[in-house]
Nanobody
Framework: EMQVVESGGGSVHPGDSLTLSCSAS????????IGWFRQAPGKEREGVSSINTSSSRTYYADSVKGRFTISRDDAKSTVYLQMTDLKPEDTAVYYC????????????????WGKGTLVTVSP
């Protein structure tokens, strides 16, 4: 059975750090670009970051550049999102997403989704 499971969310203060993890099973993650979307309360889901199959290419939304770092460990079938200097506007449900091959773009490219993990940043 194919599963995508996020973990690592929580409640933190502005300036704190968190690392999200996304573990996939039931498929060969090596063949998938993997990334993160997030959805803040009352807003549409947006792309945050992604990493291609060879880890040679990464993408970051302008709002997180310089603060978030994505990485993958295919031996563990896991992708990480290191988030530093968190801001209240980072508060959202973060979703892990997989796209077969190195295609990445909007949600139409996504083949598999996790159920999300909540990150809350408040004073």
């Amino acid at each position: 059975e194919m599963q995508v499971v996020e973990s690592g969310g929580g409640s933190v203060h502005p300036g704190d750090s968190l690392t999200l993890s996304c573990s996939a099973s039931g498929l060969v993650v090596d063949y998938y670009a993997i990334g993160w979307f997030r959805q803040a309360p009352g807003k549409e889901r947006e792309g945050v970051s992604s990493i291609n199959t060879s880890s040679s290419r990464t993408y970051y939304a302008d709002s997180v550049k310089g603060r978030f770092t994505i990485s993958r460990d295919d031996a563990k079938s896991t992708v990480y999102l290191q988030m530093t200097d968190l801001k209240p506007e980072d508060t959202a449900v973060y979703y892990c997403a997989l796209s077969y091959g190195d295609s990445w773009g909007d949600e139409s490219y996504i083949d598999y989704w996790g159920k999300g993990t909540l990150v809350t940043v408040s004073p």
